[in-house]
């Protein structure tokens, strides 16, 4: 009796780190990813979720015991339920669940920095180390900025809406320890637009991730790319070897019952020296301005993270009656 064929998911975990882009706790249960994530749109999901109805109705009964500002509490609970619903997450995981920064503060650094310190110091109160979970930032240049600081205290980041070389590069420069390039926003970009590739190999999200990674390697720089955004298994597979891929449940699935063979696409390079100027914040504001695909996809993208908190902190003002 021969053993059966392992699946593309069961390969792609040979070559690139998996994480589970979900607070979907059964689901992270299910397909057990290395890593995890969680942002006011997965957490608003929970407050649904009959596995974190305890937690909610703990924040909840917190918040009626308190005095002040109602809009302010409204905000401290976002965040306890932000830390409580990773806290929960970081029980089913062996490595880090990625916690995002509000979205309305991408453009301050300072406010960055000291929302970051609430954060670890929140998880810290739960007993989960730093080293457990990875503070996300917009990687506006105030968000590369805010990353160059927390960087440099040992709390490690995950740069995210990465549409652009010259925002890849400063996040490096930086010393982020992880960016994430969005794919399918890419690729949705450009279909828009009329630019609908003939293959996988000419889907401009794949291109973008193949090029930032090769540079990355050629550099030697330890930034880890995570590839996300994800609009079909085919970019997942087109990327194989990346350094980790970040993947909604339903691919996942999909990855997990397909045993086709899957190769390696993404491979180190040797380090060779960079002949290149670092780049600054008027370097960086001129590669945005003239790439029109990034300067819209950075502004919606925080746009849209930015409407999700809003609609979060709505639905638990709601609740608290």
């Known amino acids: 009796m021969t053993a059966s064929a392992p699946s593309k998911l069961a390969q792609l975990r040979e070559l690139s780190v998996v994480v589970a882009d979900t607070g979907d706790y059964e689901a992270i249960q299910r397909l057990k990813p290395v890593d995890c994530t969680t942002n006011p749109t997965l957490v608003k999901k929970a407050l649904d979720l009959p596995v974190y ?3 909610i109705e703990r924040e909840l009964a917190w918040a009626r015991t308190q005095s002040g500002e109602a809009q302010a509490l ?3 609970v976002a965040d306890r339920l932000t830390v409580g619903v990773g806290a929960m997450l ?3 995981i062996p490595g880090r669940v990625s916690t995002e920064v509000d979205a309305d503060l991408a453009y301050d650094t300072a406010a960055t920095v000291a929302k970051a310190h609430k954060f670890v110091a929140m998880y810290a109160e739960r007993g989960i180390s730093r080293d457990r979970i990875l503070i996300k930032v917009a990687s506006t240049w105030e968000g590369v900025e805010a990353a160059r600081q927390l960087q440099a205290e040992g709390i490690d980041c995950n740069l995210t809406l990465i549409f652009n070389r010259a925002q890849a590069i400063a ?3 930086a010393g982020a320890f992880l960016i994430s390039p969005f794919v399918g926003r890419i690729l949705d970009w450009y279909v ?5 590739p003939a293959t996988i190999d000419e889907d401009p999200g794949v291109v973008f991730v193949r090029g930032v990674y090769d540079e990355f390697k050629r550099r030697g720089s330890p930034t880890v790319v995570m590839g996300a955004s994800f609009r079909s298994t085919a970019q997942i597979e087109a990327l194989a070897g990346c350094d980790r891929l970040t993947i909604s449940p339903d691919l996942l699935e ?3 019952q397909d045993i086709g063979e899957l190769p390696r696409k993404l491979s180190p390079s040797a380090v060779q020296p960079v002949d290149a100027a ?5 370097s960086f504001a001129a590669a945005i301005e003239a790439d029109p695909m990034a300067k819209e996809k950075l502004a919606t993208g925080i746009e849209i993270f930015a409407k999700d908190l809003v609609s979060l902190r709505e639905t638990i003002a709601k609740r608290l009656g």
């Not at 828009?192 to 609908?196: E, P, V």
């Not at 670092?278 to 008027?282: G, L, V």
Request: charged share 25%; with cysteine; net charge negative.
């Open 53 to 55: 109805a305890e937690l």
């Open 171 to 173: 996040c490096a420069e």
């Open 74 to 76: 409204v905000n401290e």
């Open 278 to 282: 670092a780049i600054n914040a008027q």
């Open 90 to 92: 970081s029980e089913l």
């Open 254 to 256: 999909k990855l997990d």
């Open 192 to 196: 828009a637009n009329g630019q609908t």
